[in-house]
């Protein structure tokens, strides 16, 4: 009965979540499109059958979450875990941002950075107004929003779709049969740290570590995991091309939606030294968009994704084989799933 009820209130809280997701969306369109004609993009009308496919996946993912919550792979509690506070204090800044979105892009203004906002020392492919986003990664806002915009375009799934990578994650774990405190997994790419915080609830004693380009992300990560029982996450300012830590020191390491907002050669530099910081016998899994060999009846969506949002990569990395890029590293037994919008590459380090 407990459960059939919890099952029941997460359903709510994810519908709720999907609604708002789509009630936001749909008005800042009709929005833009009276306010600031000039700043939309040329995006192709998504068919009842795509969206009834879209909302299908969705359902399914859903349903995924929860059965691995019931089945013990992590606690429900996960499940709700929402930076509430958060949400309300800045979802009017998201309105406000939107006037100067929408002129960054009708002017196709893509590298665009607040004077005060320092640029110099980041890869070139990283100064970008990634999503039209007001200085990029480099702001304290940005990171204030970025939750709330992810969450937004995901229609409330972005945390779901990040959980999909802790089944694979602890099995991987497994094979060390190590006790949990001398366990360490890294997550690529961090930002505000939303993923850690799932492999925290669900493995309070691991040792944890985050990198990422951004400080003000990492700040904000800081912030979000601080208030979580357990050990607490080292997060250190780095490129994911250069990871600061010694060959095989990770047991485990995750990464979630780098790789499209990578260019190509770097996607390889980084998965090179994903590899050369796992332990053999380690496990890496990867979490990114969809491409269009799994999902070919989601390409609409594919295409419209880089109109509507500044990503320059993104096109190329639908057609990129990472399987092979893995392979190519030294990775083994690549597999790889497809959960709403997202796909998983789960690879292993050999023993
Ligand atoms: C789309 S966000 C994903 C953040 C987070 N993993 C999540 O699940 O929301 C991309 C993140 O990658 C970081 N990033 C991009 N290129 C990077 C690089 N070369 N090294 C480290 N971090 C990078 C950005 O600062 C940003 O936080």
Redesign the pocket.
Known sequence: MAETLTKLAYQTFQQGKSYFGLAHKTLSTQLMNFLAPDAKQGTEPLSPALLGLIQQRLNDLIDRDWLDAEQGVYPTHLLFDNPWEDFFRFYPFVWLDMPTIWGRAAEKRYQDFSTDIRTEGY?S??VQN??HQTD???SETSANL??LQ?EILFNGT?DAM?RRTLLPLKRGLEVFNLPDHQTRVL?????????LRQIQGMLPDTSLYG????PA?LRKANQLLADVPGALPQLIQ????SIPFLNDYFHGIV????F???PPE?RQT?IEESFRVLQPGGVFVI?DSIQLSDSPELAPAMRNFPTMFHEPYYRHYTTDDLADRLEKAGFMSVQTEVHFMSKYWIARKAA
Do not use: K
Request: glycine share 8%; proline share 2%; with cysteine.
């Open positions: 890869p492919y990283y990634f999503h990029g990664y480099l970025y939750d992810v972005a990040r997550d690529v790419a961090c930002g505000t740290g939303r993923t990198v990422d380009l951004s992300y780095a490129n994911a091309e990464s979630v939606f780098l499209h907002e990578l770097v980084v979490c």
